[in-house]
């Protein structure tokens, strides 16, 4: 089975924008809304203090509260990868998958469907990477799967002290930020 | 020090969840109300007692016809690709809720038909006479009348019950997530329908029974409310942090003065008074309970939207 998921670098990263940019391009993402994002998180007592920057998407969890709480059954695991998506034609619009998710990672399109990131599967299944990746001007972010033991972002969290968001919530996010 | 900046900034998301307007507090109080309804009509019923209850057999299935279409209304308002709303009826989904409401609505309406049949309103029978024909073979049976009583006090507690899950199941909202939420919100509909059939029925007997029984529910409702708070607070920090919204949050005022002052403990205390006689019966006790149950829909709506796993830890 593939289970994709991402490492991503928090000692690389800037905090260009570039993978916010570069998704909204690759994705027609409407103004005002955003499907990645960045995080700066600062943790310490002045003068002994840590930042950190992260770039922020859907966790793609394995345990989907949002999958779970859909009425309509229009979000679901995709059969690829173990991505979570929305059949725009299947969704009413009403929100619970907005509510479900610990991480706000979820919208209302303005066409009225839940929108997210799609971890730009329709790149990933011609062999591509998704679009923010692509783009990192520092190589920060990985993509690939997680079951497989040789593969780029298994060696980076076996080689590395690493940690995802909000795992007390219980979700099971699958991605996961090298420290 | 921890400080958290994002550059994300999505319409009804940032800087707290603003998906649920006022649709969703309506149509929780009135699921809840018609909930109520559904449990006395179905007690009566059940009972054999409908011939006494005018108010509570007569009126109450159908008036919980309409409050539910309005509900339902709100509901459909709600929705943001309301051409696709039909598609919660192309499947079920046993994890979502949602679903299960979707699908317990839609037989609450039969429910609700063949109680009304059971004592036909006058108005109806006059502008609809073969109605009384079903009626009278539905009456006919004692069976079936029982069945049809206790259909509705099953479907108006899994209703009512449901109207809480729907919010607790939200883990990601730390407010909503309590299991008492289910049953809080079943008996906060009871008291209002008790309220309601108090508040408008002529016969003073009914009214006066349902007045006392409003009482047991209050004092139920205020036990409901008491353990959630006690399970939020000794919960986790983010539970303890999400229930300090409307223990001393900006949701405190309209929470301690609407809902547990005027909606709960004010109209107990003059309901008790009139029922040994110290005082006479007022309207204003069970007009302020109905305002109570609609404004406990809402403070707990809109708080749970704010409370948050990330922002509450962020508070320290």
């Not at chain 1, 303005?110 to 929108?115: R, T």
């Not at chain 2, 007692?49 to 057999?57: F, Y």
């Not at chain 2, 073979?137 to 507690?157: C, D, F, I, Q, Y």
């Not at chain 2, 006790?285 to 829909?297: D, F, K, N, S």
Request: overall charge positive; hydrophobic content about 45%.
């Amino acid at each position: 089975m593939t289970r994709y998921g991402m490492v991503i670098d928090t000692t690389k990263c800037v905090g260009c924008m570039d993978c916010v940019v570069a998704c909204k391009t690759e994705n027609s993402v409407p103004e005002g809304f955003n499907r990645d994002w960045i995080a700066y998180e600062t943790n310490g007592t002045y003068p002994n203090l840590h930042m950190e920057i992260r770039s922020e998407r859907c966790n793609h969890c394995d345990n989907p509260p949002c999958v779970y709480c859909c009425p309509c059954g229009a979000s679901h695991i995709h059969e690829r990868g173990g991505v979570i998506l929305v059949h725009h034609n299947k969704c009413s619009g009403c929100k619970a998958c907005i509510a479900a998710c610990p991480y706000d990672a979820r919208f209302i399109h303005p066409d009225g469907y839940a929108d997210k990131c799609t971890f730009c599967i329709h790149r990933v299944e011609h062999g591509l990477e998704p679009a923010c990746i692509a783009v990192c001007p520092t190589r920060c972010m990985h993509f690939g799967d997680l079951d497989d033991p040789n593969s780029q972002v298994n060696t980076l969290l076996q080689s590395r002290r690493s940690s995802s968001l909000l795992g007390e919530a219980g979700t099971k996010p699958q991605i996961f930020y090298l420290t | 020090m921890r400080e958290l900046t994002l550059t994300r900034d999505n319409a009804l998301i940032d800087p707290s969840l603003q998906i649920w307007g006022w649709e969703i507090p309506l149509y929780l109080f009135l699921g809840g109300l018609v909930a109520g309804m559904m449990i006395i009509s179905g007690y009566f019923v059940f009972k054999g007692r409908h011939k006494e209850v005018s108010c509570s057999c007569v009126a109450l299935p159908l008036l919980g016809i309409v409050l539910l279409s309005i509900g339902m209304l709100a509901l459909f308002l709600d929705l943001d690709h309301k051409l696709y709303a039909w598609r919660m009826y192309t499947t079920f989904q046993v994890a979502s809720p949602m679903s299960w409401g979707a699908w317990i609505l839609i037989l609450v309406y039969p429910a609700l038909l063949a109680g009304m049949l059971v004592r036909l309103p006058a108005f109806l029978t006059a502008r609809l006479p073969w109605l009384k024909t079903y009626s009278a073979k539905l009456t006919a049976s004692e069976g079936a009348t029982r069945t049809v009583g206790v259909v509705n006090m099953l479907l108006g507690a899994m209703l009512g019950i449901y109207t809480g899950i729907l919010l607790s199941a939200f883990g990601a909202r730390p407010l909503w997530n309590s299991p008492v939420l289910g049953l809080l919100f079943l008996i906060s509909g009871l008291s209002t329908a008790a309220a309601f059939v108090h508040l408008v029925s002529r016969d003073r007997h009914e009214s006066m029974m349902l007045a006392k029984a409003d009482n047991g529910f209050l004092a139920a409702e205020l036990a409901l409310l008491t353990l959630f708070l006690i399970g939020m607070v000794s919960s986790t920090r983010v539970h303890s942090e999400a229930a300090q919204l409307i223990l001393t949050g900006s949701f405190a005022p309209v929470f301690w003065v609407f809902v547990v002052g005027l909606g709960i403990l004010i109209p107990l205390f003059v309901q008790t008074l009139a029922m040994r006689g110290r005082i006479a019966h007022t309207p204003v006790a069970p007009m302020l309970v109905i305002a109570g149950g609609l404004i406990l829909r809402f403070v707990i709506v809109y708080a749970g939207q704010v409370s948050h796993w990330t922002k509450t830890a962020l508070t320290k």
